[in-house]
């Protein structure tokens, strides 16, 4: 009994967590406007559905083309720009954009516009590794605590809810202090290991949705073992709305990525970060506001990107929209 | 309902115990000796160091230290820090300025918030449910310490409207800051509260209160309106709580005197009883807002039922 209060708990928090993020996609009012007969006869696959959906909706279109543009940034920077960030000229200092350099230049001078691209590099690779491995212990414990329910269950739910519990910002800032270099890794690894509970708990709430179904029940009457069951059956009907999640997440872990390297206590200098190169200009801003501007711009874009794909992604794969 | 809540207070235990004893390993294991942070450069006798370390239980295992420091908290001691100060000193002068912020990002919310995800709701697909859909978007996408400067910068320095930092100003020192804090929430609150109402004016009850020839302005109030808050007044509660841990960034960039800086300024100075103390509060805040919100929920929706 306890069980089942704790379920509409969770399934609350966290439909709206994912529903209050996106809410907005009724706007493009047509993307659901597929005529129903058009359907019959082809393959109707949820992830083929939601394809379909997907490549005619502009927003997501959009929205995965900027995504693309920052994922190619931060692989090959030099596509976007020739200059070296590093190279600086003090002479230049806090010069304003101009024809020559359009983003303008920094306190010692480099060019603001390569700082700006080369700093997609550190922001795309974080938000996309934390993700994937938040994704993984959610999908492992997620899985567990659902299928098997019970003792298993139990220690899960209170160990989520002890890192649950933990103040996100206040926790990374405090495990990230004890390490004295802090890098991509290490500051990977915090936010990996703060970042997995909502994502455990909506598997566990999915999981739940469809471990008594026929289909797995059929599976399990002839005798298949529970890991086929879990990765063949289960996983495949239940992991849409995480994967929902986790592309939202990544622009959530991208934000606090530069909220952290903002507040001194993530990624230090000479890495080339968008929240380090605010932290940089903060004392400035007054007289260089596009020390501001650019990255935040480009950091607020990449973020905007990935929650509508999120938030397009949600709609595709909702039956109940079409 | 009391069997309930005495079941979630029961569970609530192990959850507050296993958050704070990883705080306090975390802290504890901030490399650095914070005796020898305390004294600088300066030269310090052994005994003095001997005899801090004692005082603070440095010396004990890791749980011994984290035993002792749970006794003398349930009996409301929070600890010294390194200066001697109770921590609990510390937190009666910062939590107000925090409380304050939270209070003023808590009306934003509300004020802000609710207004435009009813009228949005209302006029859905309008030019302002657009307008609202597109603002909430974009603030969402906006980073908290790139709309706190950006605002500072254009309300503040360009056009002089508020003040830059600092308290000085009384309740209009908060509006800023408080905006700044309470924006992301704000965004959420007007989406859940469309999508909220939204759904609800579909339903059955509303169509039923409608051919009853009632006035729309009584079927959204009374209605509509009442079961579509649930959602909205629940996740109210749980940020009320979240909002007190979030307001690092925020009392970073306004220079407000409030725990966020506090705590700041603590993890820097390895005074780990101060981060602790203050961490194990804003625990406990959190905690107890959620178990709040729970309970509220079963009053607000009778259709809820506590076995």
Known sequence: MSDTRKDARTDRVDTREVESRGAARDQSGTAGGEPVGELSGRSA?????????????????????????????AIAPILFTRTDPRACDLSRSLGRPSADSWFGYDLLGCDYYSQVVHGARVSVSIGVLVTLAALVIALVLGSLAGYYGGLVDAVIARLTDVVFGLPFILGAIVILTVFENRGLFQVTLVLA????????????????????????????????SDLRILTRHILPNAIAPVIVYATIYVGIVIAAEATLSFLG????LPAISWGLMISDAQYR????????????????????????????LRDALDPKLR | MGRYTARRLLQLMPV???????????????????????????????????????????????????????????QGDFGKDYNGREVTDIMAQRFPVTIRLAVVAFLFEIAIGLVAGVVAALRRRSYLDTLVLVTTTAIVSVPTFVLGFSLQLLLGVK??????????????????????????????????????????????????????????????????????????????????????????????????????QQVFLSVRAQEGPVVVGIVTALV??????????????????????YE
């Open chain 1, 285 to 312: 801003i007054a007289e260089a506001p596009h020390l501001l501007l650019f990255p935040g711009l480009f950091l607020s874009l990449t973020v905007l990107s990935f929650i509508l794909m999120g938030d397009a």
């Open chain 2, 284 to 305: 406990l805040v959190f905690i107890f807002a959620n178990l709040a919100v729970d309970l509220l929920y079963g009053v607000l929706d009778p259709r809820i039922r």
């Open chain 1, 265 to 268: 206590v993530g990624l230090q």
């Open chain 1, 193 to 224: 290991v703060l970042g997995w509970t909502t994502m455990t708990r909506l598997m566990r709430s999915s999981v739940i949705s469809v471990r008594d179904s026929d289909y797995v029940l059929a599976a399990r009457a002839l005798g298949t």
């Open chain 2, 159 to 260: 056009l002089s409207w508020f003040p830059i930092a600092g308290i000085s100003q009384g309740w209009y020192s908060y509006l800023l800051p408080g905006f700044v804090l309470g924006a992301l929430s704000l965004a959420y609150v007007a989406r859940l509260t469309r999508t909220s109402l939204v759904e609800n004016l579909r339903s059955d009850y509303v169509r039923t209160a409608t051919a009853k020839g009632l006035s729309r302005r009584r079927v959204v109030g009374r209605h509509a309106l009442r079961n579509s808050l649930i959602p909205v007044v629940t996740y109210l509660g749980i940020d009320l709580g979240a909002l007190m841990g979030g307001a690092i960034v925020t009392e970073g960039i306004f220079n407000l005197p409030g725990i966020g």
């Open chain 2, 16 to 74: 507050f115990i296993g958050t704070t004893f990883l705080i306090f390993a975390l802290v504890f294991a901030i490399p650095g000796d914070p005796i020898r942070a305390l004294a600088g450069d300066r030269p310090i006798s052994p005994s003095t160091v001997a005899t801090l370390r004692d005082e603070y239980n440095l010396d004990d295992p890791l749980v011994i230290q984290y035993a002792k420091y749970m006794v003398g908290l349930v």
């Open chain 1, 45 to 73: 696959s949820l992830w083929a559905d939601a394809w379909r959906e997907l490549r005619r909706d502009r927003i997501f279109l959009a929205a995965a083309a900027v995504v693309t543009v920052f994922v190619v940034m």
